[in-house]
């Protein structure tokens, strides 16, 4: 018996039903990136996974948590369910096929399901092409705003959901809630990190 | 300080009523509860008690779910406040729903509104300039509307009274077409900001950079503490910091025991009795039970706020009155006025790379009006002029956005401090129109069976000229000033953005031409007193709300030494 058929056959002796999806992800090790590990409440599967995936490979882990460890993919699939209009959020599906089928023109798969390299190339390219925001004035954009792609939206939503979470405000970031008097000229290395409020 | 009396049932008669808490509605109840008066405080919406009532004070990011954004479904309610971009989970309860208070726009006109005691002096801006003759004089001198009843010395020790007590921080310069006010310390710029302040200053003689001047308390006073630098304002301030209606006037008014608010009260018209020529009372529309109760008295303050005192007034109608109470003149709802917002440029600062600042400054610079201010600075392009708003800061990982990397390098280079940033943006005087009004439309009526409004006004080519102005001048001044990547930028708001409403129901020296005498009394019913924007004969280029305070503590000592000359 060769040896991958014995490790099935030890897995399926344990019989637990727990242990299916990890054995299923095992045999099918290619596509373990795109394996989520939460249920999402309001996008499908797939667009989850094309949010996880982006967000880690925006974010990945380093020495300080990563996308996925800050549960940003969840966030996101918060606000798109609840910030969201109906017509925002249709417009947000449209985008997120348009993205997948350019990925699989040019990489032959969605981009979930891409390898690391290809990951990185296809954002290369996307970046390039996504427009950019406006400079933003007390929190709303300066002069009329063009359309941006769905890739810099959902990257400014990750930043977002990463920087405003609980252990990157509190633990990474300089966190300050009552700083007192306004001090406006002040050694950089006397704070090192910027403030997280 | 709980325990505001509401219960106005008891009592059908006052010595005076004042339409609406917000700032000039606080003002009114404090002076006259101080100088005796029992007086009554009719609130459209809901009581909102200091501090007790700012359920999102202390939030921080990630004690809510969506991180301080609002939902769809809450915004669906408010739409038009939603325009502004300033509506969230952590203010959305200080903001009123449009859809309980529906409006026509001729042409766009954003009316942000805030329905509860305080009303928007919880969410407003704080900057507090004087006026100067400049403004008071502007209209007689190039024929555009009206002339003002006062003068800058008229009003100038009603300045300081009210400075003394709201708190304004500043510095003083001693510039006439900006009188100083009674300052508590300023803010401190940050390093680019000084930076920039002495460029501008050395190549443009006659222009200042200045800190803005603002009711943040920056030294403690009279029980209130001094701003700590949270900039979380509009949730509502714990140290009573700013100055709110909630934190400071209706306070002491309610100290006096004179004071009784009534909320859910929507003020629907003011009661003229015929026979003695004068109003005798305010009838109000309980907001809740829809019942329509009378309340008497015998001075009544309209501070409900631009339009809403606008609406009242057209709505008292009588057999003398048969257009609005007051309007003889045919003025009232007339010369409507905005200030233009969002014109300008912002650019980036290359140095102090080594330099950052403790605290979110809730302020920023201002840069005072320099055209047409003299001979020298006469422009042929335009009537009137502008200043400048604007500040400098850091950026943050917010700005990972639009920068073309991403993963562990991008995501670790977003922990420390960005490029310094700078921006001016604009704001230009708004000459009365006749043209740009209020009016009632009786055929759609409101659920409380009041008839709507329509709005119909927009900016006109003077307005537009200075806007032009604005941002070839912010290019100029940034680039003079050594910023780097500099980007004009004009978002052609209509008239609302600025939330300076003022104008339609203006003050004058003729009856025939003007709503409101000097002393802010309606011409033909002295009794009635209108002392919010609608008074505005003339919008100034800056901020509006110290001079309603100002005005309103004049008009309010005015109508208690008249009472007592038994003239009312």
Known sequence: ?197 | MANFNIDAKQNMTYDAIVIGSGISGGWAAKELCEKGLKTLVLERGRLVEHIVDYPTMNNDPWDLDLRGAATAEDMKDRQVVARSGFVGENNKHFYAKDSDNPYKEEKPFLWMRANQMGGRSLLWGKQCYRWSDLDFEANAKDGHGVDWPIRYKDIAPWYTYVEKFAGISGEALGLPQLPDSHFLPPMELNCVEKDVKTRIEKEFPGRNMIIGRVAHLTVPLNGRGQCQSRNRCDRGCPYGAYFSSNAVTLPAANATGNLTIRPFSIADSIIYDEEKGKAVGVRVIDSETKETIEYYARIIFSNASTINTTQILLNSTSNRFENGLGNDSGQLGHNLMDHTYRVGAMGKFDGHHDKYYKGRRPNGIYIPRYVNIDEKSKTDKFVRGFGYQGGAGRANWDAGANQEAFGAEFKDSLMTPGDWEFFITGFAECLPDYDNKVSLDKDNLDQWGRPTLVIDAEFKENELAINRQIQIDAVEMLEKAGLKEIVGFDNKHGMGYGIHEMGTARMGRDPKTSVLNATNQVHAVKNVFVTDGACMTSSSCVNPSLTYMALTARAANHAVSELNKKNL
Request: glycine share 8%; charged share 25%.
């Open chain 1, 1 to 197: 018996m060769e040896r991958r058929e014995a490790l099935k056959k030890s897995f399926l002796v344990a019989g637990s039903a727990a242990l299916a999806p990890s054995l299923l992800s095992i045999l099918q090790s290619c596509k373990e990136q795109s394996r989520l590990n939460w249920k999402p409440e309001f996008l499908s599967i797939k667009q989850a996974e094309l949010v996880s995936s982006l967000v880690d490979t925006i974010l990945p882990k380093t020495t300080t948590p990563g996308a996925l460890d800050m549960k940003v993919d969840m966030f996101i699939d918060q606000v798109f369910g609840k910030v969201y209009s109906e017509e925002g959020k249709k417009a947000m599906v449209i985008e997120m096929e348009a993205f997948d089928a350019r990925s699989t023109e040019k990489f032959g798969d969605r981009f979930a399901e891409l390898s690391s390299e290809n990951k990185t190339a296809f954002l290369k390219e996307e970046e390039a092409n996504c427009g950019k925001f406006n400079g933003k004035i007390w929190g709303t954009a300066a002069g009329e705003q063009d359309p941006v792609g769905f890739y810099r939206t959902l990257k400014s939503m990750a930043l977002w959901g990463y920087f405003s979470s609980e252990e990157i405000g509190l633990n990474v970031l300089n966190y300050d809630p009552v700083p007192g008097p306004y001090q406006g000229c002040i050694p950089l290395a006397d704070v090192g990190n910027t403030w997280s409020l």
